[in-house]
């Protein structure tokens, strides 16, 4: 679970500290757009890596749910297929 904070928060601090800089002429259009578009994807990996973490120990889907803030149902019908927290192409 830790890889997956660690990429997120090296990610959303990035884009934060690019947004504080004057943008410069060689700058990409749409560059800060397109860098916090990747926070959902990056959030979401962190989250499959919590569920995992909690099912290794353990927890059940209710607990998980409630955690979550959905039902135990919910969570199950999400995450129950869940078996790595790692987006495609393993970064």
């Known amino acids: 679970?830790?890889?997956?904070?660690?990429?997120?928060?090296?990610?959303?601090?990035?884009?934060?500290?690019r947004s504080l800089e004057q943008p410069s002429p060689g700058w990409p259009a749409g560059w800060h757009c397109a860098a916090v578009a990747r926070v959902p994807?990056?959030?979401g990996a962190l989250v499959r890596a919590a569920v995992l973490a909690d099912r290794r120990a353990g927890a059940?889907?209710?607990?998980?749910?409630?955690?979550?803030?959905?039902?135990?149902?919910?969570?199950?019908?999400?995450?129950g297929r869940t078996r790595s927290a790692e987006p495609a192409g393993g970064g």
């Open 41 to 43: 994807d990056l959030a």
């Open 1 to 17: 679970m830790t890889a997956a904070g660690e990429v997120l928060l090296r990610h959303v601090m990035s884009a934060e500290q």
């Open 60 to 79: 059940s889907w209710a607990q998980i749910g409630a955690g979550l803030g959905i039902s135990a149902e919910a969570a199950r019908s999400r995450f």
